[in-house]
């Protein structure tokens, strides 16, 4: 396809392995991609600078960080610093890292530059597999937020209906990791962790960074995560 006339396609990009992963997926599929990354208060600014590198790596023709700060209702150990994130092994049910309605805030910032773009495809890179139990990864949830923005834009009354492209959702981490190096994605440059330090490095010890590593080791491939130096993390 000549690039002069690719779709373009809103790709949310956290700086997280899935999300890079998704982004080279939508590249691949021969997008214009414009990513776009949420600043809600998260623990850390490594996950959105790790985006910032996983953006320009990747090449993107547009990255906006938009800035929701959902620390004013808290809820969440990843905006509520009173609230520990919990070692891994230790949660049962839906933990306390669950962001309450980040993922329908962050498609519906996603739908409206979609909309502004005149872009009918979003991709984001939930996944309901080898995740935390986050309601908001599983399909029901993307399938009935695609019901919602076909009924809730002018595109999409007007006859341009939109996509909601979920790449991972049934891929366990392990074939997310192989997909994402055959295309070329550098997981040195992604920050998984729930409480990354400041200079992006894991902690080893919390429920994503357990996921990220079990999946490089079940792929056979080297990990390729920075871990902080005063922790040695479980080998599984």
């Known amino acids: 396809m000549n690039d002069s006339i690719k779709a373009k396609a809103v790709v949310l990009l956290s700086g997280g392995l899935d999300s890079a992963t998704t982004l080279a997926i939508a590249n691949d599929r021969q997008f214009d991609c414009y990513a776009l990354s949420v600043d809600y208060g998260q623990r850390h600014e ?47 049910g839906i933990p306390v890292t669950y962001v309450p309605a980040r993922n329908t805030i962050m498609l519906s910032l996603a739908l409206a530059w979609a909309e502004t773009l005149q872009s009918r495809d979003i991709f984001v890179g939930v996944n309901a597999v080898d995740y935390s139990g986050y309601p908001d990864c599983r399909p029901e949830f993307i399938a009935a937020f695609k019901r919602m923005a076909n009924l809730a834009t002018k595109a999409a009354i007007e006859g341009d209906t939109l996509t909601i492209h979920a790449p991972l959702i049934e891929l366990p981490k392990k074939d997310i990791i192989l997909t994402g190096l055959a295309l070329g994605v550098d997981y040195s440059l992604t920050v998984s962790c729930y409480q990354a330090d400041e200079a992006g490095r894991a902690c080893g010890d919390c429920d994503s960074c357990r996921i990220r590593r079990e999946g490089f080791a079940v792929a056979g491939v080297t990990d390729m995560t920075r871990y902080c130096t005063t922790k040695t993390p479980p080998q599984y």
């Open 46 to 92: 490594s996950e959105l600078n790790a985006a910032k590198q996983v953006a320009e790596a990747l090449g993107v023709a547009d990255h906006k960080i938009i800035t929701v700060d959902l620390t004013t209702f808290g809820g969440s150990a990843l905006t509520d610093s009173s609230i520990a994130v919990p070692a891994a092994g230790e949660t049962t």
